[in-house]
């Protein structure tokens, strides 16, 4: 069996696709017999990346699920935000560009950590773009103790154009690319994302599509009344749902912006905002022309997920930064349409007018008529739930751990015989 360490930027409790597809993953290598440690930050959300205070974890090392979790302290620096990203252009190695990008956590001590390694390690698996320290401590504890070594970049392909060129530069940039060649093999989430990293040079052949799952009873079984009743909403009120983290980015801004155009015409539904709040969204929302029509919810506990999921009708990821997305598959199993951005992983795993709708990415206007659509004509977000349903049911996590564990044994054997 083999000592493998994972290197992520949150781990449980924290709540996200890239800590949940490696809670998964850390767990069934652990139950196959590997000894499984992973490496992380000490916070909790992910404004802590860059911005001091809120809620810390404990530093551990700390047995979940008989994995060891390790997390490690984020370090800042006064004005920080000017500070690194001048420091950045100083003429250093890696490790400095690495640490000194603005929207990277500073974790030296992860760092150090990887440079003096405790022990024997057979395979090191890190993620994820944009956050470049990390990956470069993966590749560091690979390189000291002789491991294999697999990077999860989980790649938010840009969309053309002009609004996707700040994206193209933070996440596919000559660094990052660099880190990436580094490793043994690259799991990726989905065929676009494998395409968009071969055009950089990351090889075709040396990247495994892995892509993530859904689990039913985590995700549904919740209570259409009290997720209803907990929002002083009618049980007849139509519902459109968003679960991310509220930003542009993730297309929050977009769904207010086409809300409140249906709005102005009297188009009748509800919208049910959750997840933590970033400073882009925070903006939106001091100008929000109908806050009586608007839930805004912050973080959910499960119990709280698995109501927001049973309650709404429609669900809405109208975003710019999808690499999967698991949240519109868990919506659809509980039997809402689903309406998005024509981009990233949703772009990939749904079909437009067949199992969602799905619209040109940036297109307010579009947006705005898909969700009128939905919101008015029973008949047809009635047959596209149903489509989404079905959908959805084809993604199962034992599918995705099989890959990305095959891949691991495939390493370790290479490893062992070489």
Known sequence: MANIVHVCPRYFPARGGVELSFIKLSEAAARRGHTVSVWTTDTAAVQGFTVSGGRRLSPGPEPINGVEVRRFPIRYLPAQRYVRTAAHYLPFGTRWKCDTLRWTPWVPALTRAATHPPGRVDLVHAAGLPYSSLLFAGARLAERTGARLVMSPFTHVA???????????????????????????????????????????????????????????????????????????????????????????????????AAERLWDRSVPFALVLAGPEMRSFSNRWARVRFPERVVNLGELSDDERRDFFAAIDVFALPSYVESFGLSPLEAALNGAAVVAYDHGGPGEIFRDGSNALLAPVGDVDVLARFIEVLTTNVSERARLAAAACRLASGYSWSRALDVALAGYEALLQAGRSS
């Open 159 to 257: 969309p053309p154009g002009r609004v996707g060129a700040g994206m193209r530069r933070a996440y596919l940039s000559p660094l990052n690319v660099r880190l990436l060649l580094k490793a043994d093999r690259v799991f990726v989430q989905t065929e676009l994302e494998r395409q968009a990293l071969a055009q950089v040079g990351i090889s075709t052949a040396r990247q495994t599509i892995v892509g993530l799952g859904v689990e039913p009873s985590e995700c549904t079984g919740g209570s259409r009344e009290r997720g209803r009743r907990a929002w002083k909403v009618a049980d007849d009120a139509v519902v459109v749902g968003h679960l991310a983290n509220k930003s542009w980015d993730k297309g929050t801004v977009d769904l207010l912006d």
